[in-house]
């Protein structure tokens, strides 16, 4: 039996469902947020500065979506449990993660302090676990479904031109990050739940801000496109994965970068 055909508008429908977007309230993360707040999903939205949250809840109410925020540093088991506990209290399903908070550390990597590395790794890589294993485990693998996107880097997919050094750290957990996707998909998709991650180019935002003060013309020259990411342009793949449309998508990386990756 095949599944019955249904509108396309209403497989991107999010009405009713509950996504939490870490690094949420700005950038790539608010970004995405509008996104999935725009099609009728409420947005949780995490990051470590309560007023930056705020900000963004005030955004994204007078878009007319539904956003509810928690402050916490995620780079920080406790902070996990403590965010999952909280969610819980308040609501009763946790149906799409977005893990998007990230950071980065510049530094040769025969000078890379350890302290940098571990700062990177947690943030990027061990928090995005921690997380999606405690929200699957009390709400997604209940309910036999749910849509996990991971925001992994065109950095985690290939090196980086000589001109870009200092990187090692970043690259490292943007590539754990996209295999940790690969490999998440296979073992959960008995569960319903689809695994997939966005791998942005570069965009103007405050993570890229000092890079780009640097390499901005190399970046654009270089891309097919000829351009740096653009206010919407992570939207359509992250409902895309976010929604039963893509619902028979995972464990995919996809690259928006203009092209860049491809020359």
């Known amino acids: 039996m095949t599944d019955q055909s249904l509108p ?3 497989l991107f429908d ?3 469902q509950v996504a939490v977007v870490t690094g949420g309230s700005r950038g790539l993360g608010l970004q995405i947020a509008e996104a999935l707040g725009e099609y009728g999903a409420t947005v949780i939205l995490t990051a470590r500065k309560q007023n930056e949250l705020d900000e963004a809840v005030q955004h994204l109410t007078a878009l007319g979506a539904k956003a509810d925020a928690f402050a916490g540093d995620f780079g920080k088991a406790e902070s ?3 965010f999952a506990d909280w969610l819980a209290g308040k609501y ?3 149906d799409i993660l977005v893990n998007n908070a990230g950071t980065s550390w510049g530094s040769p990597a025969e000078d890379h302090p350890i302290e940098g590395w571990n700062k990177v790794m947690a943030i990027n890589l061990t928090g995005p676990f921690l997380l999606t294993q405690a929200v699957a ?3 997604m693998i209940p309910a036999g479904r749910g849509r996990v996107i991971n925001v992994a880097s065109v950095e985690g997919l290939q090196g980086h031109h000589v001109s870009m050094g200092g990187m090692l750290a970043y690259s490292t957990s943007k590539g754990g990050l996209v295999n940790f996707t690969r490999a998440l998909a296979a073992e959960w998709g008995r569960y319903g739940i689809t695994v997939n ?3 942005p180019g570069y965009f103007p935002s405050k993570l890229t801000e000092y890079i780009l003060q640097k390499i901005e013309g190399f970046v654009v020259e270089n891309t097919p496109m000829g351009k740096l990411g653009g206010a919407n342009d992570l939207k359509g793949a992250a409902l895309l994965f976010a929604s039963a449309a893509g ?4 464990g995919q990386i996809l690259a928006i970068d203009g092209g860049a990756t491809v020359i």
């Open 8 to 10: 396309l508008k209403s």
């Open 14 to 16: 999010l009405s009713g």
């Open 80 to 82: 996990i449990t403590a």
């Open 92 to 94: 009763d399903r946790a």
């Open 137 to 139: 485990k009390r709400w």
């Open 197 to 199: 991650a966005l791998a």
């Open 247 to 250: 619902g028979h998508i995972s």
